[in-house]
């Protein structure tokens, strides 16, 4: 892993990734998958690890950063320098292309979720997936990314940024469908109330 995070960090320099969405994230992305994983005794080694390194490298091929195009080719050329085969490079490539939860939202046009097929992959994809909407629960990653991108704002306006967002999209998650694996549902209760109080005393505790 240790690859992997020297890749990633790399990456964050290169692309000017903040903290919001840098290694520490891709770190609590891993960790939140490998939890979900822990509750899947099905899982061969090879969708753990295409699951895996998804969670881990979804944001440095990131359209709020990178050109995607080339941040892809970027991976997959690490990958491929590192021992992968084509198809479960290419495997990674598709997940972290298509699993932002923003983009899928406006592809779901108001109804259901709905997800790309990604075949033999697709429980591997769902694992990346809910990992990442499952950092989304932490406080600190949404004030700093607004203080990224609003940087002329006061600090009471970032924080009413935070709980509006939190109020009508994060809080929602499972409600609306986009959190459905029993082992990321485990996870929600701890979190929900961490960023609850987090929001109240405003703290950035991570």
């Known amino acids: 892993m240790l690859t992997l995070f020297q ?6 320099q290169k692309y000017s990734i903040d903290e919001s ?9 891993l960790e939140k998958a ?5 509750t899947i005794s099905d899982f061969s080694q090879n969708e753990r690890r295409v699951a895996c390194f998804s969670a881990a490298l979804h944001d440095t091929c990131d359209s709020k950063y990178t050109n995607v195009n080339l ?4 991976i997959k050329t690490w990958l491929l320098e590192n021992t992968w ?4 490079a290419d495997a990674v490539i598709s997940i972290i292309t298509s699993m932002s939860y923003s983009k899928l939202k406006i592809e779901s046009n108001g109804g259901p979720p709905m997800y790309p097929d990604h075949g033999k992959w697709q ?13 989304g629960y932490i ?9 990224k991108i609003h940087p002329e704002a006061t600090e009471e306006e970032h ?5 509006t967002l939190f109020n009508n999209r994060v809080y929602s998650y499972v409600k609306d469908g986009w959190i459905f694996l029993p082992g990321a549902l485990a996870l929600v209760p701890a979190l929900e109330s961490q960023a609850k109080r987090n929001i109240k005393n405003r703290s950035l505790q991570w």
Do not use: P
């Open 7 to 12: 890749f990633i960090d790399y990456m964050c």
């Open 21 to 29: 969405h840098g290694l520490k994230h891709a770190k609590g992305t």
């Open 34 to 38: 490998e939890a979900i994983l822990d």
């Open 71 to 74: 941040a892809s080719s970027q």
């Open 85 to 88: 085969i084509e198809e479960e």
């Open 123 to 135: 429980r591997a994809y769902h694992v990346a997936r809910h990992a990442d909407l499952l950092e």
């Open 139 to 147: 406080v600190a990653r949404c004030f700093l990314y607004n203080l």
């Open 159 to 163: 924080w009413n940024h935070v709980e």
